[in-house]
Structure formats: C-alpha cells, structure tokens
C-alpha cells in the first residue's frame, strides 16, 4: 500500500471524539477542495468557452465537480485494496455532503457575482469570482467537515482504509 501520497491530508485522529481538530477538519475539507475545484473549474471553463447558458455551465461544473471528488477519494481506497464497489461506497459515504455544500457556495457566488458567469475566460472578473467561490466554499465547509468527522461521518470513514 502507497501511503505517501494521502499523508499530507491523512494523519491518524481519532475521529470520533467530539473534539474533532480544525486541523484535521481543514485537511479534510481541502482534500474535497481538490477534486470540486478540478470539476468546477473544468465546467466552468468548458461552460464559458462554448457559451453555454448560465445554467448548463452551473449544471456541468456540479456534474464535474461531484465526478473528480469522489474519483480522488476512490483512487485512495482502490490502492488500500477496496474492491470498486466497496470503494465507491466509501467515495459517496465520505465526500457526498462535503461536495454538495461547496457547490452550492461555488456557484451561489458565480452566479451572485454581477457579471461572472458572463466574463470571457480572459477576464479577470471570470478567474478573480471563482478564486473567491473556492476559497469561500473551503472557508465555509470546513465547520460542516469538522461536525461530520467528530461524529464519525463524512472524510471520517476513509479514514479506516489508509
């Protein structure tokens, strides 16, 4: 098994004690962070580049953004051994309300931001906004990470496989 690539984000708490560290929430959160950002700055991209509608990019960055966080959660526990099934099990048990609650700070803010959606990817409107939704979302999820670890749920339960 290949630890070296989840210790940054992975350290040993117990994550069911009620005194979850911010630390170990924070890590958690910019693991998820990852793969959202990936998919959302894909979709919004793509969305942008081809004039999509407002909504079909919101649609396809969410889509996106779902597909890389439970991917880079899945590649973890497949190299543990997990078989697919089993991994993708973990994938949604540990990211699903993690995801959803940056989504919906990622793209409340796209969309809030006058002028956002509809700036050119050579605008610094389009990449200034969504720097602002990441950082936002991270800042955001990270107490919602830390209730759901503390309680043994969410990231909580890769936890077992690494």
């Known amino acids: 098994m290949d630890h070296s690539a989840h210790e940054h984000v992975h350290e040993h708490h117990d994550h069911h004690a009620p005194g979850t560290s911010w630390r170990t929430a924070a890590q958690a959160t910019l693991h998820c962070l990852t ?11 793509i969305g942008t580049a ?5 909504a079909a990019t ?11 966080g439970y991917a880079l959660t899945m590649r973890g526990v497949l190299r543990a051994g997990l078989p697919l099934r089993q991994a993708l099990k ?8 993690s995801i959803a609650v940056m989504e919906l700070i990622d793209n409340t803010v796209m969309v809030g931001v006058p ?3 509809d700036a050119g990817l050579g605008q ?3 990449w200034a906004s969504l720097g602002l939704s990441l950082a936002l979302a991270f800042v955001l999820t990270t107490p919602v990470n ?3 670890i503390g309680r043994g749920k969410g990231h909580a339960v890769v936890h077992a496989y690494h």
Do not use: K, Q, Y
């Open 58 to 68: 919101v649609v396809i960055s969410i889509a996106l953004a779902f597909v890389f």
């Open 50 to 54: 081809a004039g999509l509608h407002n």
């Open 115 to 117: 002028g956002a959606m």
């Open 35 to 45: 793969g959202c950002a990936i998919g959302e700055v894909l979709g919004m991209v």
């Open 124 to 126: 610094i409107l389009f």
């Open 90 to 97: 973990v994938a949604l048990a540990a990211d699903t309300v």
């Open 146 to 148: 830390r209730w759901m």
